[in-house]
């Protein structure tokens, strides 16, 4: 790992956002919003496209909310 990237044995690369390696291709079909999202803010560096991910105890995430 390099200053905000991850490398692979295959000479790949992959960007580090705050400490997570977003392992998204984007020639790959995105199904979830949060993927396009995730590649999104790993192209650009753009970490105010995240959102605030805080929970406290006992909460439900706004996402799983809307889960059936």
């Given at each position: 790992?390099?200053?905000?990237?991850?490398h692979?044995?295959?000479?790949?690369?992959?960007?580090?956002?705050?400490?997570?390696?977003?392992?998204?291709?984007?020639?790959?079909r995105q199904?979830?919003?949060?993927?396009?999202?995730?590649?999104?803010?790993?192209?650009?560096?753009?970490?105010?496209?995240?959102?605030?991910?805080?929970i406290?105890?006992?909460?439900?995430?706004?996402?799983?909310?809307?889960?059936?």
């Open positions: 790992m390099e200053a905000g990237k991850l692979c044995a295959r000479a790949h690369s992959y960007a580090v956002i705050e400490g997570v390696p977003i392992l998204l291709v984007e020639e790959a199904t979830h919003v949060e993927g396009a999202r995730s590649l999104q803010v790993a192209e650009t560096g753009d970490i105010s496209q995240i959102g605030n991910l805080e406290v105890p006992g909460q439900i995430d706004l996402f799983v909310q809307e889960l059936d």
